[in-house]
C-alpha cells in the first residue's frame, strides 16, 4: 500500500490545516492509520490515530481537543484537522499503516507503510 500525505503549510498561531492521508495499492478497512510528527532535533511522536474497523481514536496529550482525526473508507482516505494552531506544533508530519488498532499509544516501529512527509510551520 502507498501512502500520500498532503496538506501542510504554513500558518499563523491560532490557525487551522486539515492533512489528509490518501491509500493507494492494496488497501483494507480493517487497519489503523496513524499520524505522526517529527520536529528538529526532537523524537518522532504519535499524535493521533483511528481504526478503521470501528472508529476507535488516540490522540497525544498535547493535541487533545486540538485535532480531530476522521477517516472515509470510500475515498481511502483519513483525515487531520488541526486548530488552534501552535508554533510548538510546527513538524513534519507523517501518516502510517501497520497494525489493526491503534493500541494504548501507537509506535513507530509497528507501523509498516508510511507516506511522505508534509510540512506544517506555525508561526507569525
Known amino acids: 500500500v502507498q501512502l500520500q500525505a498532503s496538506g501542510g503549510g504554513l500558518v499563523q498561531p491560532g490557525g487551522s490545516l486539515r492533512l489528509s492521508c490518501t491509500a493507494s495499492?492494496?488497501?483494507?478497512?480493517?487497519?489503523?492509520v496513524t499520524w505522526f510528527r517529527q520536529a528538529p532535533g526532537k523524537e518522532r511522536e504519535a499524535v493521533s490515530c483511528?481504526?478503521?474497523?470501528?472508529?476507535?481514536?488516540y490522540y497525544g496529550d498535547s493535541v487533545k481537543g486540538r485535532f480531530a482525526i476522521s477517516i472515509d473508507n470510500a475515498k481511502n482516505t483519513v483525515y487531520l484537522q488541526m486548530n488552534s494552531l501552535k508554533p510548538e506544533d510546527t513538524a513534519v508530519y507523517y501518516c502510517?499503516?501497520?497494525?489493526?488498532?491503534?493500541?494504548?499509544?501507537?509506535?513507530?516501529?509497528?507501523?509498516?507503510?508510511w507516506g511522505q512527509g508534509t510540512l506544517v510551520t506555525v508561526s507569525s
Open positions: 502510517a499503516t501497520g497494525p489493526m488498532w491503534c493500541g494504548v499509544e501507537p509506535r513507530s516501529y509497528e507501523y509498516d507503510s
Open positions: 483511528i481504526s478503521s474497523n470501528d472508529r476507535s481514536t
Open positions: 495499492g492494496f488497501t483494507s478497512n480493517y487497519n489503523a
